[in-house]
């Protein structure tokens, strides 16, 4: 993946190192993160954050072969 470098605020830099420590992210991968959900969220408006969480965790756990069936009724 090719990287870039990008002028950012110091602190959205600082809030991104503190919320990436608490759920194990690095500061850069923190603000990735932030980027992604806030690109889902342009792109669809009418989807509440939590939907859009559960979405981004479901992708992953797919990613990583750990989807466990689900049977209706």
Not at 13 to 24: P, Y
Not at 45 to 68: N, R, T
């Amino acid at each position: 993946m090719a990287t870039s470098s990008v002028r950012l605020d110091q602190e959205l830099v600082e809030k991104a190192a503190i919320m990436g420590k608490a759920l194990n992210r690095t500061t850069p991968k923190q603000i990735e993160h932030w980027a992604k959900i806030g690109e889902i969220m342009e792109d669809n408006p009418d989807l509440p954050y939590e939907f859009v969480k559960q979405a981004v965790i479901s992708q992953a756990q797919k990613e990583a072969g750990k989807l466990e069936p689900y049977n209706f009724g």
